[in-house]
């Protein structure tokens, strides 16, 4: 039993280093796209500070990557959860998407928000700093309600019901 365990020790060292050699996600910092949030949308500055803070590692083109972010199987993790946050909401896009979804996101992002999914706690336990406070909540609540209730005011209400994809 104790050559097992100890051949067994040895085969799980020696896969964590093999799989050190599996790509890493590298520095993903992108100059300002033409269609980031900030230049299609008035973003006051104290909204901006709190999705950089809270947000924008998961959903925008400007990931900092953490020290553990290279080590294997923590970065296979973590580049998949950024993929998916970026491709559920990706701030540095958002100029490009139509009225519709917009509409649909700022609406997903005020219930997220409110109900305290977002940013999720797997997150905040180490961004400690992310965490959403009440007044940063009201006030990222209260943007996103004021643009939404914008967009409604200047365009037709069928452009706000975002389309299904065939």
Same mark, same amino acid.
């Given at each position: 039993m104790k050559r097992f365990l100890k051949i067994l020790l040895y085969a799980i060292l020696v896969a964590f280093v093999l799989i050190q050699f599996y790509p890493k996600p590298g520095k993903n910092i992108a100059p300002m796209s033409s269609n980031d949030i900030t230049l299609a949308h008035n973003v006051p500055p104290d909204v901006l500070q709190v999705l950089k803070t809270s947000c924008y590692d998961c959903h925008s083109n400007n990931t900092v990557y953490p020290w553990y972010s290279k080590v294997q199987p923590v970065a296979m993790w973590l580049g998949n959860h950024i993929e998916a946050g970026k491709g559920e909401l990706n701030f540095s896009d958002f100029g490009s998407y139509p009225i519709g979804r917009k509409y649909k !996101? /700022?609406?997903?992002i005020n219930e997220q928000v409110t109900e305290g999914e977002m940013p999720l706690s797997s997150y905040t336990i180490i961004h400690r700093d992310? !965490? /959403?406070e009440e007044r940063q909540k009201l006030l990222l609540t209260h943007w996103v309600t004021a643009l939404r209730d914008s967009i409604k005011a200047n365009y037709p209400a069928d452009s706000l019901i975002r389309k299904k994809k065939a």
């Amino acid at each position: 039993m104790k050559r097992f365990l100890k051949i067994l020790l040895y085969a799980i060292l020696v896969a964590f280093v093999l799989i050190q050699f599996y790509p890493k996600p590298g520095k993903n910092i992108a100059p300002m796209s033409s269609n980031d949030i900030t230049l299609a949308h008035n973003v006051p500055p104290d909204v901006l500070q709190v999705l950089k803070t809270s947000c924008y590692d998961c959903h925008s083109n400007n990931t900092v990557y953490p020290w553990y972010s290279k080590v294997q199987p923590v970065a296979m993790w973590l580049g998949n959860h950024i993929e998916a946050g970026k491709g559920e909401l990706n701030f540095s896009d958002f100029g490009s998407y139509p009225i519709g979804r917009k509409y649909k !996101k /700022l609406e997903e992002i005020n219930e997220q928000v409110t109900e305290g999914e977002m940013p999720l706690s797997s997150y905040t336990i180490i961004h400690r700093d992310a !965490k /959403l406070e009440e007044r940063q909540k009201l006030l990222l609540t209260h943007w996103v309600t004021a643009l939404r209730d914008s967009i409604k005011a200047n365009y037709p209400a069928d452009s706000l019901i975002r389309k299904k994809k065939a």
